[in-house]
């Protein structure tokens, strides 16, 4: 090992001093000796000084041991008087811990009854605190208990608000918050059972609530509620003697027992509790939601009509009495409780209700019959539109609805009074009514102003000349225009507008009803011609009394009559066209007639010589035209010439037809002279002028082609005939050469029957000129095709 320099042992001096000097911690120096390459060397140092100091140890020890082993007696003496006083020290100690035992039980007693007595002060401060919460608790759970909700529901409240915040910090408050919100939940749910009771009495109060509405407004604005339904009945059954039946018994169209209001009928305090409630439980817009869905259905319930409302009144009573009682209803709880029913809620709801009810209405109107009932149901439907629109809703469609019933209603009184004119016609016998007496003139002038100064002054009995037809039609339709007037009277509407109405409504009982009945009337195969001519004239009379009619009109409506000119009555036009009608069935109905003689037709078309005469049947059917153009001297002369006219051209055609027949294969010409001796007979009597009026030739002229015709053939004048054949001048300008062959060819078959017609000369010369005239006319007849 090498031996550290003088530096070396200098550091390991300083690092020694070091390690005596410090008692406890050597971590720098034995690192600062470790950082070095002297570990060794150092630690010889070490070991050197650690002798040293055993050295200096022991010399220090035999120095002083002497007063060591003193010191040690004096020790041992020490021990003995210290473990005296370690018995005393010990004995004082267990009586001091026993003391100390007791003294700590008795301080464990002391802050115990202190505790429990400071917990008995800050319980009692508690329950000074909780109290109040405890009794309104208590108190809400009565109330509940005792349905007394809305005192409840302000219990809740103080509870919510005043106490419950006070003592949030402890925990059973969130127990009691949670079991307040059921309460709260209780007493909504309740509330909504009130509600629906009420809802369920009101819909049953509705009707009766409606009714003392509509009773009301009749009051109020002087409405008469009752209907005469006895009048249309006496208007369109006329008793047997022409009068009307004087009985008339009123229905009453109300039978309220008490006259109570909607607030007298219902209790509306459910509505008021549950809104408060729900506005307090902060759930105001849901309660009024339901509210408003629930009436929207029961509106919607009310506007449904009854099934048999068209059978009577009271269907359309009950069905007008609930929806004027829900509108009510609404309009009291709109103006105790606006937030719940508003003006603009109960328009949209008025809005769907007026279209709906203008619908069933006007459904189960238009399957109504009667008019009695008709009347029943507008009062009714004025009586409610009035009184809902004193509540302030627009009641324009039901005003319309009106003048649909009006239309409906006329329909109906004209359906009424097609069975009036028919039991009038079928009733009549078509003869002048004659009178007796002065009282029954005066009834026949009292129902028909008919004036006639000669036969007022004609002794009686008197003949009108009309028959009971004319007064009795004219006093129906009068009828008819007071039953329309029924209808109009009480709409408000204005004189010139009732009269204009009764006059389109006249018009279309005259176009329509009773010129349908005379049509069918005159079209009746069992009239006669008598009975068609006395209708004829009744028409003329019924045409004059177009004016007396508007006379009545305005009378009933005091409209001006000089503004009544806007619809006039068309009662001329349509008697007029009656009247024509009624002139060809006579024109039809004689032509039928001179058939029936007619057929009694008999003639021998190979008749060698005539009778010198004219034929029986003829005869009595010239005497049948004579007697029956006596008759017609009430008629206006047209129609008697034009039935003159008529019946000459038609004998006529059936004696030109029975020459053209084609059923007759041959005549004679004896045969031809018998219908030329029937031919003179008929020109007689048109030159007779059966009826007075004709210019001369006129009735002739309808005889002028069988006349040129038998000429032709009677004479045998065919040379004139083909040199002046298509000149006016002709003297047998009407003779066809059609007609001409087919009378030639029949009496050429009759001449073919005759055996000894071809043993004489001047007959075979006949039948050849008779070919000869043949063969032209044929000629004649193509050339014009």
Not at 166 to 171: G, K
Not at 268 to 290: G, M, Q, W
Request: hydrophobic share 35%; net charge negative; aromatic share 8%.
């Amino acid at each position: 090992m090498d031996e550290p320099s003088k530096e070396g042992k200098g550091r390991h001096d300083l690092l020694l001093q070091e390690i005596e000097a410090i008692d406890d911690y050597w971590g720098p120096t034995f690192r600062a000796i470790f950082d070095t390459d002297e570990c060794d060397a150092f630690a010889d140092k070490l070991e050197n000084r650690i002798r040293c100091h055993d050295k200096d140890i022991e010399k220090l020890c035999s120095a002083h041991h002497q007063g060591f082993i003193e010191s040690i007696r004096d020790l041992l003496e020490l021990k003995g008087l210290a473990n005296k006083i370690h018995g005393e020290v010990q004995a004082i100690d267990g009586e001091i811990c026993q003391s100390i035992n007791q003294l700590k039980l008795k301080g464990q007693e002391l802050a115990e009854s202190r505790r429990i007595e400071k917990n008995m002060k800050t319980t009692i401060e508690m329950l000074q605190n909780c109290l109040p919460v405890l009794r309104a608790y208590i108190k809400l759970q009565q109330q509940m208990k005792e349905k007394r909700f809305y005192p409840a529901l302000k219990t809740l409240e103080q509870l919510e608000h005043i106490h419950l915040p006070s003592i949030s910090h402890y925990r059973f408050s969130e127990h009691m918050k949670k079991s307040l919100a059921k309460v709260r939940e209780s007493i909504k749910e309740a509330s909504m059972i009130d509600l629906k009771d009420f809802l369920e009495s009101i819909r049953k109060y509705s009707p009766k609530i409606g009714e003392v509405a509509m009773r009301h407004t009749a009051e109020q604005l002087n409405i008469d509620i009752s209907t005469n339904s006895s009048a249309i009945k006496r208007l369109i059954s006329p008793s047997p003697s022409g009068k009307l039946d004087a009985e008339a018994q009123s229905e009453s169209l109300y039978s309220v027992e008490e006259d109570l209001s909607a607030q007298d009928l219902v209790d509306f305090s459910p509505v008021y509790r549950c809104l408060h409630i729900h506005t307090v439980l902060d759930a105001k817009e849901s309660y009024e939601n339901y509210y408003r869905k629930q009436r929207k259905k029961q509106a919607r319930l009310a506007l449904q009509p009854p099934t048999n409302m068209h059978e009577t009144i009271e269907g359309y009573r009950q069905y007008f009495h609930g929806i004027v009682g829900f509108f009510v209803v609404e309009d009291h709880v709109m103006n105790t409780a606006s937030t719940l029913v508003n003006r603009s809620y109960l328009d949209d709801v008025w809005n769907i209700a007026v279209s709906k009810i203008a619908s069933s209405v006007r459904t189960h109107s238009s399957y109504c019959t009667d008019p009695a009932l008709m009347l029943k149901i507008k009062n009714l439907v004025m009586l409610f539109s009035s009184t809902l629109k004193t509540y302030g809703y627009n009641v324009t469609q039901l005003v319309e609805l009106l003048q649909e019933i009006r239309d409906h209603y006329n329909e109906v009184l004209m359906q009424r009074w097609v069975h009036v004119f028919r039991d009038i016609f079928d009733e009549d016998n078509y003869h002048p009514m004659q009178v007796t007496t002065a009282a029954e003139y005066q009834r026949v002038m009292d129902s028909f102003p008919y004036r006639d100064a000669n036969l007022e002054a004609a002794p009686f009995p008197k003949r009108f000349p009309f028959s009971s037809m004319v007064p009795r039609v004219y006093r129906q339709i009068q009828n008819y225009i007071q039953a329309c007037l029924q209808f109009s009277q009480d709409l408000n509407l204005s004189d010139q507008v009732i009269d204009d109405t009764l006059r389109r409504y006249t018009n279309l009982l005259l176009t329509r009803t009773l010129s349908g009945c005379l049509s069918t009337l005159i079209r009746k195969p069992s009239l006669s011609l008598l009975q068609l001519i006395q209708i004829s004239i009744n028409t003329n009379y019924l045409e004059e009394s177009n004016g007396w009619l508007e006379e009545f009109i305005a009378q009933l409506t005091g409209a001006s009559r000089e503004l009544s000119h806007i619809a006039r009555l068309q009662g001329r036009a349509v008697f007029r066209d009656v009247r024509d009608d009624a002139e060809q069935q006579i024109y039809e109905a004689l032509k039928r007639k001179m058939d029936e003689f007619m057929e009694l037709t008999n003639y021998d078309w190979l008749l060698n010589e005539p009778s010198g005469q004219a034929s029986s049947y003829l005869m009595d059917l010239i005497a049948f035209l004579q007697s029956t153009f006596q008759a017609f001297t009430n008629l206006k002369e047209h129609v008697a010439q034009n039935a003159c006219l008529t019946a000459c051209r038609h004998i006529a055609e059936i004696l030109m037809d029975l020459l053209m027949s084609e059923d007759i294969k041959s005549v004679s010409m004896g045969a031809l002279q018998q219908v030329n001796l029937d031919v003179i007979q008929c020109e007689q009597f048109a030159a007779s002028e059966p009826v007075p009026g004709f210019e001369d030739g006129t009735l002739l002229s309808t005889f002028l082609d069988l006349r040129q015709l038998l000429d032709l053939l009677l004479s045998w004048d065919w040379s004139a005939y083909f040199h002046d054949y298509g000149q006016e001048t002709s003297k047998y300008l009407r003779v066809s050469p059609q007609r001409a062959i087919v009378v030639l060819e029949k009496l050429r078959e009759a001449d073919k029957r005759t055996v000894f017609s071809v043993l004489k000369k001047s007959e075979r010369d006949k039948k050849k000129l008779m070919e000869t005239v043949l063969r032209q006319l044929r000629q004649l007849l193509q050339s014009s095709a």
